[in-house]
């Protein structure tokens, strides 16, 4: 088995749809934040929810995003990026198809705003785990 | 117990002290970058090592960074986020000090360079998981 591995896009995507938490990178004058979300992936699109706050406000000044989640086991890992641009939902029909998705706050707070993230872009990588190689081979 | 509890410095460190992995957010031009990454955190620093890539080229043009890892239970959740500047060590020294840290790559590929981040601010949080609550109380 490969060290690595790359992931082609419908893989990247199954992993993205079964994946339920990420963390949102998102990048404010030059300073980049990071934030752990809940996300549901489908159709080329990623949604989260969240409050009023500093990601919602971040989003309003710079909308590019990367979304990654990861998982992996003893043996190997995984890690799937996904970048795009946000968009708060402000319409009345998709704000309702949205709270008909199975996307489910874990803290019980309320968190109003709907985010969608358009993904323009997808990678991800396979990781074998094991030792390191000599890094001096003779 | 609260659905939200913001962690003091000396959890979060406690946290970082206690993950193996997390990630990486860069900022170049405008575009956040994600990377999962292996990391040790000790004294006021995180440590991590990455071969030649689009992570180190991107480190030199901006060196602003944000760690993040987290973790969860089926109950609770908690997530540390770590900001600060990256610097590539070059001196013979201190690379041979980080050489005897814990810090091993899962993956057998040589990543020869030694990245330290200077955490000038920390934050964290604890979550609980729950339903959520009414968004229109009576």
């Known amino acids: 088995m490969e060290a690595i591995t790359v992931l082609d896009a419908d893989q990247c995507w199954n992993?993205?749809?079964?994946?339920?938490?990420?963390?949102l990178a998102l990048s404010a004058d030059g300073e980049p934040e990071i934030f752990p979300i809940n996300a549901?992936?489908?159709?080329?699109?990623?949604?989260?929810?969240?409050?009023?706050?500093?990601?919602?406000?971040?989003?309003a000044v710079n909308s590019r995003v990367a979304f990654e989640t990861d998982g992996f086991t003893s043996k190997i890992g995984w890690s799937v990026v996904a970048k795009g641009h946000a968009r708060i939902l402000t319409g009345t029909k998709e704000i309702q198809e949205a709270d008909q998705l199975p996307l489910k706050p874990w803290v019980p707070t309320l968190k109003m705003n709907y985010v969608e993230i358009d993904v323009t872009e997808i990678s991800g990588r396979r990781f074998a785990f094991g030792p390191e190689p000599d890094r001096y081979p003779v």
Chains 1, 2 share one sequence.
Do not use: D, Q, W
């Not at 993205?16 to 990420?22: A, F, I, K, P, Y």
């Not at 549901?40 to 989003?59: D, M, P, V």
């Open 15 to 23: 992993l993205l749809s079964e994946s339920v938490m990420g963390r």
């Open 40 to 59: 549901y992936a489908h159709n080329g699109k990623i949604l989260f929810r969240t409050g009023e706050g500093t990601k919602l406000s971040e989003l």
